[in-house]
């Protein structure tokens, strides 16, 4: 930087003429040295009376001295990257050979973190394992931010369902949440044979934490894992998306004012083009179709940020699937209809305090038909919530809230012999507080309770939960977690009975982690206790089950995450796999069990190649998941047998035309391995007395996507220099 | 001459004391800065940050040089420590000057240094914002050459990433480039470097014409 220039140089000629007289002044010498706390010098810190020009930067000894005119009682500063500023207030002649000792700061980067139970999706958090474009360029995930969360550690490969399942948990067992307010109907619905989506466009998150345990005494209603999805505050720029793909099309548009931004997207999906060139095992009447608009308002404060989130959709289908016991197979149709809203505030309210408020409403509408039943149900679910935050340091934070969750379902069930109607109220307030306490870079501990009453039961449960993280390295950290976790049954035991208690999991938790150069380490091992499980007696939830709390259970295991983008040259890769041991007797189990969504081992690679030549992306993702267990009423037993391993390899290429344009294939389940989910045994025995079974095979082995996205923005690639 | 020069100065200066001092400190700093003590440079420019508070120049120097020394970076944790102080500087310096190309620039440049240091992780989201940015910059002055010339950069290392024909950036970067010559700064110790580093880029990018 040649900023100094002849004038300059001038100047300063000119000053030291001008101020000669002034340096027979008294001068006072300022001298010293800075060490870290255990006796370090500090090269290059800065050092300086408060308000004044006099100062210098210290040396390779941590020395420094320079002269000051000032007179009487000064303030001595001294500042250095990564440790808290140091002052000290005195008569300047008091500054002579003084020694001082800076404290590390806490909140630098290379702090220990508590990283338990938690995987964070984010650009510069110091736990996150992946970056927000992950979710939408991992090759099985399909744009499906849960299919991305789907390649960590800790889920269980349930390729039927495609929700998550976390640790021995059932996808019930996960709540999500959309700016700390919770969605309470996240999925997309789908056939029995068909993976599920989320409902949400990944592109209007920037920041993803999944946690699959040992989470925040913030998050309740949740027995296994919680998923946390924050919208963007602000977009960086005002444009329009269009999307073209084999299985429909989507229109997005993004305004920016000042103070202020709104984006709307709007999909259509149908699946009849490409079932009628691909059929698959489905005999569709009317092929899946959903139409989805989604919006997001956001407006700035001076001291805090607003933002109105609302998704509507609408999906219906009609098929008829095989069935063992029907020969004509069993017909089965849904229409949904899905609104989401959600407001938050967040701000600060001065002196340290800072403000989170919000409110989301859902109305969900199913109407379905299996075979001559025709059931009809309407959820309206609220959640409200108020948190607040003081930091009364750098080393100590308290947070306070309180919250309250309302939900009224109503299910009309009629078929030609009978017509019923039922459903429930259900209201849930709680409070929760939790304190953060960092005693040193290397020392960090989260404590927390969270109280819930449940109107329904009329019931109080009390929730502790505490992490510490101890960092053991320069690159490593131990944390463990502790915590007490509460949920309601779920819709279809609560519509029917409603004299019942939240069921309860205890989590323990052990966590290693090494990160270092773009390469993450990390293994995890828990157990987690269930009780309170719901119990019935019946083959199917039913009005005439007698239920109970009598259920319990276990899940233990190890996960392992290794994460490497630095080793290889254009590939990042991570690898997980985990082990599980579950049992649990709940439900209409005879006798304690592994669930069929429990299996014990679960891998999966997922690989990304850059090659600039090409100006594309190659993506790669293998699932290995050991079989899943199964009862077959030939052999005495529940749950007594195994399905085959499950593998799929999925690609994907994302080829950039130009900036702006992206041509984007994918091949789910390249090498067609033929996978079995389960089976499904006749309910009478045959002439030999054995019962015949079908295997629960995917509506289709493979499935095939192209898709076009074109982004039309100002800046492009268009030259405005031209006009100089 | 020279001496009536230093003289005739010397009386302009005499106006007041302190003023002097600022610009004995941010000679001294842009000094130490030139004899490449940038860190030493980056803390005097800090120093004055603090004693003047509502002159945006400081703060704004102090980022330059944490997001200068950022490019050649490959200590994460230190390339972390520097821009996020480049930040803070940068936002102190915002906070007192309102839609200030210069600003906008390094703010642009601060993100660029994300990109160069890992543009797999940090590419995607940061290039939009580097592309607003010196837009935005463009807008309030087209003639500014530090803005001229980084838009025109930036968008011809994209283009080049996509493949496409860069030859038509290079009329535009050579009236960038101009635009040094002719630019008057807008006060003393304003920002006007750059010249060495745009005509090194005009060279290596256009080399046949």
Sequence with gaps: MKIHNQLNRSILIALIIMLLPTLVLAQTEVSGIVTAKNGTPIFGANVYLDGTYDGAS?????????????????????????????????????????????????????????????????????????????????????????????????????????????????????????????????????????????????????????????????????????????????????????SIMSVGAGLGNTQKWEKSSLSFNANYISLAPYVAVFPNRNDWEKPFETFSGETVFRRKFDNGIFKFYAAFDASNFKLTQEDINLPEGLRFRLKNKNLYTNASYSGSLGNSWKINAGASLTHANNEIGVGENDIDNIENSAHFKLKLRKRFSNRVKLTVGAEQFLTDFVEDFENPFAEARYGFNNGISAVFSEADFVFSRKLAMKVGARGEYSDLFNDFTFSPRASIAYKTGKSSQVSIAYGDFFQQPFNDILKFQQELEAQKTQHYILNYQYSANSRIFRVEAYHKKYSNLITYDTEFPSFDSSYGNNGDGYARGIDLFWRDNNSIKNIDYWVSYSLLDS????????????????????FSVVGKYFLADWKSQFGLSYQYASGRSYTNPNEPGFLQEKTRDFNSLSLNWA?????????????????????????????????????????????????????????????????????? | ???????????????????????????????????????????????????????????????????????????????????????????????????????????????????????????????????????????????????????????????????????????DLKKAVALYETYEPKGPFHPQGGVEYARGSLEQNCKEE
């Design chain 2, 1 to 171: 001459m020279k001496n009536l020069l230093i003289i005739a100065i010397a009386f302009i200066s005499f106006t007041g004391l302190a003023q002097g001092k600022y610009e004995k400190g941010m000679t001294k700093a842009f000094e130490l800065w030139q004899n490449e003590k940038p860190w030493e440079a980056a803390n005097m420019f800090e120093r004055i940050a603090q004693a003047e508070m509502d002159n945006w120049l400081p703060p704004f120097y102090v980022a330059q040089v944490n997001v200068i020394n950022s490019f050649n970076e490959k200590d994460e944790t230190k390339l972390t420590a520097q821009l996020k102080k480049a930040q803070d500087f940068l936002n102190d310096a915002k906070a007192l000057s309102k839609d200030n190309a210069e600003i906008l620039v390094l703010q642009a440049q601060l993100y660029t240094a994300w990109v160069v240091y890992d543009g797999a992780k940090y590419g995607m989201t940061y290039s939009q914002k580097i592309a607003q940015l010196y837009n935005e910059a463009y807008k309030i002055e087209p003639t500014n050459p530090r803005v001229a010339f980084g838009k025109t950069e930036w968008d011809m290392g994209t283009a080049r990433f996509f493949g496409q024909d860069t030859s038509k950036f290079c009329e």
């Design chain 1, 58 to 242: 210290t040396d390779m000894e941590g020395k420094f001295t320079f002269e000051t005119e000032e007179t009487g009682v000064q303030t001595l500063m001294v500042s250095y990257v990564a440790y808290e500023p140091f002052m000290m207030a005195a008569d300047v002649s008091q500054f002579k050979n003084i020694s001082v000792e800076l404290r590390e700061d806490v909140n630098s980067l290379d702090a220990v973190v508590i990283s338990a139970g938690t995987f964070e999706a984010g650009d510069n958090s110091k736990v996150s394992v992946l970056k927000p474009l992950d979710v939408v360029t991992t090759a099985s995930a399909l744009g499906d931010f849960v299919g991305a969360l789907q390649t960590l550690p800790g889920t269980t490969t349930v390729a039927e369902d495609g929700r998550l399942f976390v640790r021995g948990g059932d996808a019930g067992e996960t709540q999500i949440f959309i700016d700390g307010v919770r969605v309470f109907t996240p999925y997309s619905p789908t056939t029995n044979n068909a993976p599920t989506r989320g409902r949400y466009s990944p592109f209007l998150f920037d920041g993803i934490t999944f946690s699959t345990g040992g989470y925040s005494a913030e998050y309740g209603q949740a027995l296994s894992s919680v998923l946390l999805l924050n919208t963007i505050d602000e977009p960086d720029q005002e444009k329009t998306d269009i």
């Design chain 1, 583 to 602: 049992e649990r007797a709940y439900l209409n189990f005879p006798t304690a069990a592994t669930p069929s969504f429990a299996n014990t081992h679960n």
């Design chain 1, 655 to 724: 080829y950039l035309i130009s900036q702006q344009k992206i041509l984007y294939v994918s091949v789910n389940n390249v090498l067609a391995f033929k996978n079995i989910n389960g089976y499904q045994y006749a309910n009478t025995p045959d002439v030999n007395g054995n019962f015949n079974r079908r295997g629960l095979q995917p509506a289709t082995d493979q499935f095939f996507f192209v898709g076009f996205f074109w982004t039309i923005s100002d800046d492009g690639t268009d030259n405005q220099l031209d006009n100089l």
